[in-house]
């Protein structure tokens, strides 16, 4: 047992699969435990390497399990799946997590704080009542277009009350049945809405507290989602050498397909977190639009009109996209204020 070099965990709900190597990775133990047995198994241990997949209650026990005085290593599951060898099963997967783990090259993902997962599951909440939302005010033009009724897309439309006084003056068209269906979607809607409101204000006091947050605030295209979005996905900003390569963690970047000395780009990988790429997509929608009622455009500004110009806008969005994490990189690696 003094001899265990790496320990591969194969994480689930109640059942754990250990697997166990030394320096020349040759199996020590390959064993099956419990969830409760897992904290003191490991405490028993030598110190070593604690390798698992990054999955739901990873992090959690990656924090719980570095306590112990261990060297917990989170891998990408993609990178694993090479190392399993033969048909899947949880054994083989504990063993793959391990020899993945040997590896140097192996990328690893950044273990997160419980701060940051509670920032998460915040913007995770706030991002399904978005879409419920967006889902129910579509619902409620594509039953009035059925009799005939155009609403203008859009949330004003439905929180300035317009919808309402359209259903009293046609009540007799659409009959009292339709109509109280109607006022339910409308009552859903508001109650959707004011709980995303809600969201906004804690997001706002995130904000307001942390200086970090403050200062990407200047950035065009950065509001209170986006500050608080990347801070909470990027962790420690000097895990990535260089702006390029956190945009290139969020799949901001173009695909490449070279060989033979052949350089060949394509379309935007769309790798890492969806969510951040979104938000910072919309952040440099807005930034554009910005820009171009501006008199006297900084240089960014010029750049992204004349790039906009050039390729189109939804490019030249995704490109200042791309420039607004670099930015935000820079900003919280050196602490320095934006300069336009």
């Not at 390798?51 to 990408?76: F, K, N, T, V």
């Not at 990178?79 to 504990?94: E, L, S, T, Y």
């Not at 040997?102 to 915040?122: D, F, H, I, N, Y």
């Not at 990988?269 to 900084?298: C, I, M, W, Y």
Request: hydrophobic residues 40%; glycine residues 6%; proline residues 4%.
């Amino acid at each position: 047992m003094n001899n265990i070099s790496i320990v591969g965990i194969d994480l689930a709900k109640h059942v754990f699969q250990l697997h166990a190597v030394d320096d020349s990775g040759h199996k020590v133990f390959s064993k099956k435990i419990k969830r409760d047995q897992l904290s003191t198994m490991m405490a028993n241990l030598p110190s070593c390497i604690v390798a698992m997949e990054a999955c739901g209650s990873a992090h959690y026990w990656a924090r719980e399990i570095r306590q112990l005085g261990h060297d917990a290593q989170l891998l990408p599951p993609q990178a694993v799946k090479p190392f399993i060898q033969g048909h899947k099963n949880d054994a083989r997967d504990a063993a793959g997590i391990a020899e993945a783990a040997a590896r140097p090259a192996t990328r690893r993902v950044t273990v997160k704080t419980p701060e940051q997962q509670s920032l998460q599951a915040l913007h995770r909440v706030r991002s399904r009542l978005v879409r419920a939302r967006t889902a129910v005010g579509n619902e409620l033009r594509g039953l009035l277009n059925e009799f005939g009724i155009i609403v203008v897309q859009g949330h004003r439309v439905i929180r300035q009350g317009d919808i309402r006084r359209l259903l009293d003056e046609c009540h007799e068209q659409l009959g009292a049945a339709l109509c109280d269906v109607m006022h339910d979607l409308l009552g859903e809607w508001q109650a959707l809405d004011t709980r995303i409101a809600e969201y906004d204000k804690r997001l706002v006091a995130y904000v307001q507290a942390t200086p970090c947050m403050k200062q990407l605030m200047s950035v065009p295209g950065i509001g209170p989602v986006n500050a608080t979005l990347l801070v909470s996905h990027m962790g420690d900003p000097t895990r990535f050498p260089n702006g390029r390569q956190f945009s290139a963690s969020i799949g901001l970047v173009p695909r490449q397909y070279s060989s033979g000395g052949k350089n060949v780009l394509k379309s935007i990988t769309k790798r890492g977190n969806s969510e951040v790429r979104r938000q910072l997509v919309h952040g440099a929608r807005a930034a554009l639009r910005q820009f171009q009622r501006q008199e006297h455009p900084d240089r960014l500004a010029q750049w992204i009109i004349r790039l906009a110009a050039r390729v189109g806008q939804r490019k030249a969005i995704v490109a200042l996209a791309n420039k607004m994490a670099r930015i935000c990189w820079s900003i919280l690696a050196y602490q320095r204020p934006y300069q336009a």
